[in-house]
Nanobody
Framework: QVKVTESGGGSVQTGSSLTLSCTAS????????VGWFRQAPGKERDFLAG????????YYADPVKGRFTISRDNAKITVYLQMNNLMPEDTAVYYC????WGRGSNDSPSGFGFWGQGTQVTVSS
């Protein structure tokens, strides 16, 4: 089965940009809907962005619209999350996951599975 691994996190200053990667192993993201989430300490895991319709149509949570961009490479192995104008409140562990059909919704953690281990993003003021 396809597993995912997140990478690209780090410590940056307010206003910086980062691009996170979600890389598939044991398969590809061809025809697969993928989502990005984040979880800050003591808070629930929140949906950020997803690729629907077999990985071809991006959609976003309102708080990140205009700042974050989700995309996929042509080989359908890596899904990216480009994050611009980062702020301290963006500090969290960022996760990607695959959409599980018939479960939950396409913007809730309950609708996704095969989670990676996450990558830490820390934004300092």
């Amino acid at each position: 089965q396809v597993k995912v691994t997140e990478s690209g996190g780090g410590s940056v200053q307010t206003g910086s940009s980062l691009t996170l990667s979600c890389t598939a192993s044991g398969g590809t993201f061809d025809g697969v809907n993928v989502g990005w989430f984040r979880q800050a300490p003591g808070k629930e895991r929140d949906f950020l962005a997803g690729l629907g319709f077999g990985g071809t149509k991006p959609y976003y949570a309102d708080p990140v619209k205009g700042r974050f961009t989700i995309s996929r490479d042509n080989a359908k192995i890596t899904v990216y999350l480009q994050m611009n104008n980062l702020m301290p409140e963006d500090t969290a562990v960022y996760y990607c996951a695959r959409r599980i059909w018939g479960r939950g919704s396409n913007d809730s953690p309950s609708g996704f599975g095969f989670w990676g281990q996450g990558t830490q993003v820390t934004v300092s003021s």
